[in-house]
């Protein structure tokens, strides 16, 4: 098997892809991150681009500005993506009933989570845009198929299957059967 070596990018272009990132999951302007981390629109903008030196101080300051661990700079999180399939799981059964309970996803402290039922039909993907920062969705589907997850690397479901994704970053559901249906928990921490 031949592999291919991968590029590695340079600090500068790590930086520029993760100042860009998490401004936009912010949803704050060039104006408004320069602002308050007390450096130049002008400065920003460079260094968005790749093509600024920045100083300690000033991504510090910016790290500030943005919320975010300096480590996040220079080391990107990367989606993390479970899928479980029908028949998989850590799974507890009843003694008095046929009743099967799997696990699927267990609720962090302090998270809040909105429930629904996905219906939807081939041939219109549903391409989401970036949620607010932190939010991750989780999706069972009930009947038919779909291509569901993020944007760049969705995962073919089948009835019972589940998969959770990064709800903060695009993402899609696409159904390839007719009578495709879900539910999906959008996990809000």
């Known amino acids: 098997m031949v592999r ?19 401004r ?27 093509t600024g030196n920045p100083s300690l101080e000033t991504l510090w300051a910016l790290c500030v500005a943005l919320e975010m661990p300096f480590s996040r700079l220079l080391d990107p999180p990367r989606p993390h ?31 809040r989570r909105d429930l629904f039922r996905i219906t939807a039909e081939p041939g219109h993907a549903r391409r989401s845009a970036p949620h607010i920062p932190g939010v991750v969705e989780h999706v069972l589907i009930a009947a038919g198929r779909a291509l569901v997850g993020l944007i760049d690397a969705p995962v073919e479901l089948h009835p019972g299957d589940y998969i959770s994704y990064a709800g903060d970053v695009p993402h899609v559901f696409e159904a390839l059967e007719p009578g495709t249906w879900a539910i999906l928990v959008a996990e809000y921490t």
């Open 81 to 111: 993506v479970q899928v479980i399939r029908a028949g998989e799981g850590p799974v507890v059964v009843a003694e008095q009933s046929d009743y099967r309970a799997t696990l699927l996803a267990a609720a962090p402290t302090s998270s």
């Open 24 to 50: 936009t999951r912010a949803g704050l302007s060039l104006t408004e991150v320069a602002g308050r981390a007390g450096i130049a629109k002008s400065t920003l903008s460079q260094l968005e681009s790749g």
């Open 4 to 22: 291919e070596e991968s590029t590695v990018a340079t600090p500068q272009a790590v930086i520029a892809a993760s100042l860009r990132r998490e």
